[in-house]
């Protein structure tokens, strides 16, 4: 039978509204790119102290903090990454980025106020906790370095399972979606090399040129998802970076592409370096030219354990009702969340903040990205009711 709870979860991340607003807007202010999370870190370390709650250093800027409850049981960790973007602001707020350059365009603002609100209301009824909630505030996430980074220094030791919000602008304030399976596609980066012959744009017969040959490249592997997978069988194959020639008479000699892969299947994954590589040599030798293929695994699909799901949605559903669960479809971005789920069960969950009368409607990444603030007082809720929950489900 479920413990009754002394307090009530959702009134307390009312009360604490404005001051996990504040602390959004502060970070908003102040963005730092992956690694360079240096003030970011010192301000949540203040706000730990004022908490009385002890942390430690860990992957660099990351950090890490233990909540123990007055009775033993399991560790459950709640996860907010901290960087930013290298994406100019192209919004009008009055707490608008400092820095120019740079953003705060993913919502890993909103992460780490809504954590922060989330430890202060955990914090206040640890005669409630049984076990301990685990606080992981974690640098890094947009190139994929700080959870490896992370789990390396402990952060998931003794850990039995792990929860993370994800802001989400194609979603509706008010909803959350927290589905079983996968939810975000693996993410993989890969770069091409060609090397063709140069010389004079008025001779092009005496040349091999780089630029056609890396431009047929381009448009074969696109066959890879059109005409070798199954179409019911996502796979993303984006070129994002093509850099060949000098000048506008001169056959280039050489060309540079830079790209990405997204999938869900593990199988697929495993084999597109080796079908790409096969395009790729024989595409270019066509042309009389030749080229490599460089492939980085750089993190796995997320996948939302079933039992964590099942727990989330009840948790979902004490905040905003039967109705406030809501059907997403998985999506092709990626999360270096993967690299925890790889070792201990745990769910990423989707919150809501899309509101097209407050103007916020813009994708992840867009310079014009923003929330509808309502999201952080539910985002706040779910951290600690999932904490909460999850604990009482295996209270030792």
């Given amino acids: 039978m479920e413990a009754i709870l002394k307090v009530d979860i959702k009134e307390l991340a009312r009360e604490y509204r404005d001051y996990v607003i504040s602390l959004r807007r502060h970070f908003h202010q102040y963005p730092e790119l992956s690694l360079e999370e240096f003030e970011t870190s010192k ?7 004022k ?3 002890e942390y430690v250093s860990a992957g660099g800027t990351g950090v890490i903090a233990d909540i123990k409850g007055s009775k033993p049981g399991k560790t459950i960790a709640l996860r907010a ?9 192209l919004t009008e707020c009055a707490f608008k980025s400092k820095i120019d350059g740079n953003m705060h365009a993913c919502g890993h603002d909103s992460h780490m106020a809504m954590l922060l609100g989330a430890a202060k209301i955990l914090n206040g009824m640890r005669d409630q906790i049984n076990g301990t909630v685990r606080l992981i505030f974690q640098p890094a996430e947009e190139n994929a370095k700080g959870a490896p980074a992370m789990i390396r220094d402990g952060a998931i030791d003794g850990v ?9 602008a194609q979603i509706p304030v008010g909803k959350v979606s927290l589905e079983a399976g996968p939810r975000m596609a693996s993410t993989d980066w890969f770069y091409i090399d060609v090397k063709g012959k140069g010389g004079h744009g008025s ?31 996502p796979l993303v194959l984006s070129i994002g970076l093509l850099h060949s020639g000098t000048r506008l008479n001169v056959i280039a000699e050489e060309g540079r592409m830079e790209g990405t892969t997204r999938c869900f299947d593990p199988e697929l994954r495993k084999q597109l370096p080796i079908k790409m590589e096969r395009i790729i040599k024989n595409t270019a030798e066509a042309f009389g030219a030749t080229a490599t293929l460089e492939y980085d695994f750089a993190g796995s699909a997320v996948v939302n354990d079933e039992r964590c799901s099942e727990i989330g949605q009840a948790s979902v559903e004490k905040i905003l009702g039967k109705d406030g669960n809501y ?4 999506v ?24 097209d009368e407050k103007q916020c ?11 509808d603030e309502d999201s952080l007082e539910i985002g706040t809720a779910l951290y600690a009711q999932y904490a909460i929950d999850f604990l009482n489900k295996y209270e030792k």
């Fill in 43 to 49: 301000k949540i370390k203040e706000e730990l102290e």
């Fill in 51 to 53: 908490m009385g709650i």
């Fill in 81 to 89: 990454d901290m960087d930013a973007l290298p994406v100019e602001e």
């Fill in 160 to 168: 039995d399972s792990i929860f993370a919000i994800h802001i989400w």
């Fill in 203 to 233: 001779q092009p017969e005496n040349c091999i040129d780089a630029v056609v040959a890396s431009s047929a490249i381009v448009m074969n592997l696109q066959t890879l998802v059109s005409r070798e997978t199954r179409p019911h069988n």
């Fill in 327 to 330: 059907q997403f479809e998985k």
């Fill in 332 to 355: 092709t971005g990626g999360e270096d969340f993967c690299f925890y789920l790889e070792q201990i069960p745990g769910a990423l969950a989707f919150v809501g903040c899309k509101n």
């Fill in 361 to 371: 409607c813009y994708a992840h990444h867009n310079g014009r990205f923003a929330i």
